[in-house]
């Protein structure tokens, strides 16, 4: 496949691009580098440096492509409170551009990088596609907007669309600063610096943490599947839930707690619709994630 990967300099689209690269594929990286980083990007993809807010600079990079994987966005939840004009013209108006891009040079499908933020704290557990959408950020919102966008452009454009709704991806490269998806880097680089780790409220809330490399498959799957591509929403996610405390106790070391903030309680993927269309289940687990990330970290 000829792949163009936006955000491919970041957490995920960087472990996405040497997925394809491994794969044999063509990859043509679109990157602004402002949460990226270009020692992330293969040195067999193409780097180009570019913002996806500028659609007239971003087009001619879409020509030839096959499938465009659309990971590019400001995904910080706090960041996106805090900022809300900058990560919308970035989240929304960003992603409008890449959908148009990739109607306006012919590509065939675009998986679009959604995420569980859009369910907000929804109690009923496992979460499922079809539940309403509550979302309790602009960032929420935002990737919401962006998957009906997608599903918009299938409809009346005859575009491939497919939305995946991540859960607290982490592994290889995950930024260290940030919310609480970021939980387990927080607490490595902590126990690496010998500091406590810092567990937010009483450590109850629990997250559905899914490995990147898990997720690169999804994506791949996605890219693929016969089965989809008419702005099907998809849960990416592990299935099952740890609790902040029990992330503490497999990393190990002191731990504090310091104060609560607004967000999720907790998050649990029901993951049968992505088995059922895209052939997918995680395949690795917490602990074996975990430990890996501690020999990388060298704690």
Known sequence: MKCLVTGGAGFIGSNLVDTLIERGDEVRVIDNLVNGKKENVNPKAELVVEDIRNLEKI????????????????????????????????????????????????????????????????????????????????????????????????????????????????????????????????????????????????????????????????????AESKNIGKGEVINIGAGRNFSINQIAELIGGHKINIPPRIEPHDTLADNSLAKKLLNWEPQIKMEEGIEELKRIYGV
């Open 59 to 222: 087009l001619p990079y879409f020509k030839d492509i096959d499938v465009v994987f659309h990971l590019a966005a400001l995904p910080r939840v706090q960041y996106s409170v805090q900022y809300p004009r900058e990560t919308n013209e970035t989240n929304i108006t960003g992603t409008l551009n890449v959908l148009l891009a990739a109607k306006e040079s012919g590509v065939k499908r675009v998986v679009y990088s959604s995420s569980s933020s859009v369910y907000g704290n929804n109690p009923d557990l496992p979460l499922k596609e079809w539940m309403k959408p509550c979302p309790m950020s602009p960032y929420g919102l935002h990737k919401l907007v962006g998957e009906e966008y997608a599903r918009i452009f299938s409809i009346f454009h005859n575009l491939e669309t497919v939305s995946l709704r991540y859960f607290n991806v982490y592994g290889p490269r995950m930024n260290e600063e940030g919310a609480y998806t970021t939980a387990i880097a927080i607490f490595l680089r902590q126990k690496k610096n010998g500091e406590p780790l810092t567990i937010t409220g009483d450590g109850t809330q629990t997250r559905d943490f899914t490995h990147v490399r898990d997720v690169c498959r999804a994506n791949i799957l996605a």
